[in-house]
């Protein structure tokens, strides 16, 4: 049977204990949460850069000639309330620039660590952006473990994407991603695409491929759709245990099945498509009319 001084000595030794009263341990549910907000004047077919990790990014167009930027800073779930109001305030958004070019970027080298035994912890806050651009615009997003939507917008895009999911609607211009783990969905894309992707989930819709367009994929699944009357000049790989499925009939000119080749023409040809996969299943279907 325990001795009054040793259940006394217990329960003082779990209340120290208490993840409540470590800096990194929950007290509460609510999170954390900081606004930032600014508008910046800038010029249609002007060039935005935009970095950021862990949290949401949606852009949109408006007919001004400014962006509007619009942010909510949110500390995670599971901290108590001094550490998270810490990160939270330590979060600052650059905006550099105007005019023509703009870099927006959050930066986190001054959010503060704990210990906890002996052992250092860091945890970063969410960022979630809300901003507006004039349509014409030649943008470059670098994006990490970010839930990243774009829609309306014309002119050069390029996008450096790791573990993120990134979703386009009507984009015009030439695209250029590199997709690392995750998933890209667009639709209503006009012109030409570059992608390299790795361990990536893709689907992309396109009313027209008005350039070459070059698809690289190691592990997953690329889905195509295509109007049914798109001319192409098709060169697929798909040596690397990866596959080819078309709806589309291909007046082939080069087949070496053993080598994993295929090349022809779709629709009399047009425009190259260059697809090479490793350990990659490729679709190319048929939009509805």
């Known amino acids: ?26 007290r509460d ?12 004047a800038f010029e249609p077919g002007g060039h935005l850069d935009i970095d950021t990790g862990r949290g949401s990014l949606e852009l949109s167009s408006w007919d001004r000639n400014e962006v509007e930027i619009v942010a909510r800073i949110e500390s995670p779930f599971d901290i108590n309330p001094e550490y998270a109001s810490e990160i939270v305030t330590a979060l600052r958004i650059e905006v550099e620039g105007s005019g023509r070019s703009l870099r927006i970027r959050s930066d986190y080298d001054d959010i503060p660590a704990y210990k906890r035994w002996f052992v250092s912890i860091r945890r970063l806050p969410y960022v979630h952006y809300e901003i507006r651009t004039p349509r014409r615009i030649h943008l470059e997003l670098d994006v990490r473990h970010t839930d990243t939507r774009i829609q309306d917008v014309e002119g050069a895009i390029r996008v450096h994407a790791h573990y993120s999911t990134v979703t386009g609607t009507d984009w015009t211009g030439p695209v250029r991603l590199d997709m690392d783990h995750g998933t890209l969905r667009l639709t209503e894309l006009e012109g030409s695409v570059e992608l390299d992707a790795r361990h990536a989930d893709v689907r ?9 367009t070059r698809i690289r994929a190691h592990q997953g699944l690329t889905e195509l759709y295509l109007p049914s ?3 192409l000049d098709l060169y697929s790989d798909v ?9 589309f009939e291909i007046s082939t000119r080069v087949f070496r ?3 994993g080749i295929i090349a022809g023409t779709i629709n009399g040809g047009g425009s190259l498509l260059e697809l090479r996969g490793d350990h990659t299943r490729f679709q190319l279907r048929k939009r509805d009319p």
Request: proline share 5%.
């Open 239 to 247: 040596s690397h245990q990866s596959d080819l499925d078309s709806d």
């Open 1 to 26: 049977m325990l001795t009054l001084a040793y259940r006394v000595l217990a329960a003082v030794t779990v209340l120290t204990l208490l993840p409540g009263d470590l800096p990194g341990s929950p």
């Open 204 to 212: 992309m819709e396109a009313t027209r491929l008005s350039g070459d």
């Open 29 to 40: 549910v609510f999170a954390e949460v900081r606004h930032y907000a600014k508008t910046v």
């Open 229 to 231: 009357s798109q001319g």
């Open 257 to 259: 099945h053993e080598e």
